[in-house]
């Protein structure tokens, strides 16, 4: 029986662990693919392209943008993001789980078109401990820390768009949280996969008799 997979959707204030949980819920989940965006941004050192992102150039992503080629896209930053409809159809004919890095007004977009996933926020565990993680990461210039906690308060805010919102006290604790969702998710009721043939049957005979 094909199975089909699931799109988590994370998000997380800059500088609040991300890239880090992420890295870890990849080793406890191995089989969660990545959804690689494109970026205008340059490639941060030990960014690989095709790894991290697809770093295309501004003329690049405008005419891709005309192609109607994105899923979604959103101006972060001064830069811009977005995710490729390509990805998210292979992903899907496919039956694989992927996981989609968008900040929040992707996530808009995506809630804006009913877009079937599980929707997880983690947050700092305060505005304090996210400053200084923001400080110690070093790559932002300080007066860019300031401007980038804003914007974390802004998006904290609307936690509310999320189905889940998890406070990164600790990556293991984190990442370990994140994969109880990834395991939940499969079972719940309007997303749940009959296992044979026989149950299949009866979930489409559903209030008959
Ligand atoms: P960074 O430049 O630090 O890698 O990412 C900046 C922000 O852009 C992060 O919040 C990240 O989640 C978000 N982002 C990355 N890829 C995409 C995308 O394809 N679409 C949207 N909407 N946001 C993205």
């Given amino acids: 029986m094909k199975t089909?997979?699931?799109?988590?959707?994370?998000s997380a204030p800059s500088g609040t662990g991300k890239s880090t949980v992420i890295k870890r819920l990849?080793?406890?989940a191995p089989n969660l693919k990545l959804s690689i965006s494109h970026t205008t941004r340059s490639p941060r050192k030990n960014e690989v392209d095709g790894e991290d992102y697809f770093f295309i150039s501004e003329d690049e992503f405008k005419a891709r943008l005309?192609?109607?080629?994105?899923?979604?896209?959103?101006?972060v930053h001064?830069?811009?993001?977005?995710?490729?409809?390509?990805?998210?159809?292979e992903a899907r004919e496919n039956g694989w789980d992927v996981l989609l890095e968008l900040d929040v007004q992707g996530v808009q977009t995506l809630r804006n078109m009913t877009f079937p996933g599980v929707y997880i926020f983690i947050v700092p565990p305060s505005?304090?401990?996210l400053r200084r993680r923001l400080v110690r990461r070093g790559t932002e210039p300080e007066e860019k820390i300031e401007q980038r906690i804003q914007v974390g308060r802004e998006e904290i805010k609307r936690y509310?768009?999320?189905?889940?919102?998890?406070a990164n006290r600790d990556v293991e604790e984190t990442a370990s949280t994140i994969l109880s969702i990834f395991r939940v998710a499969p079972c719940e009721s309007k997303r749940f996969q009959a296992p044979s043939e026989d149950i299949q049957a009866l979930l489409e005979s559903e209030g008959e008799g």
Avoid at 66 to 75: G, M, S, T, V, Y
């Fill in 4 to 10: 089909e997979g699931i799109s988590y959707i994370l």
């Fill in 26 to 28: 990849r080793e406890l």
């Fill in 66 to 75: 005309e192609k109607n080629e994105f899923l979604e896209w959103a101006r």
């Fill in 78 to 89: 001064n830069n811009y993001y977005g995710t490729a409809r390509q990805t998210i159809d």
């Fill in 127 to 129: 505005l304090d401990e």
């Fill in 160 to 166: 509310k768009l999320y189905d889940y919102v998890v």
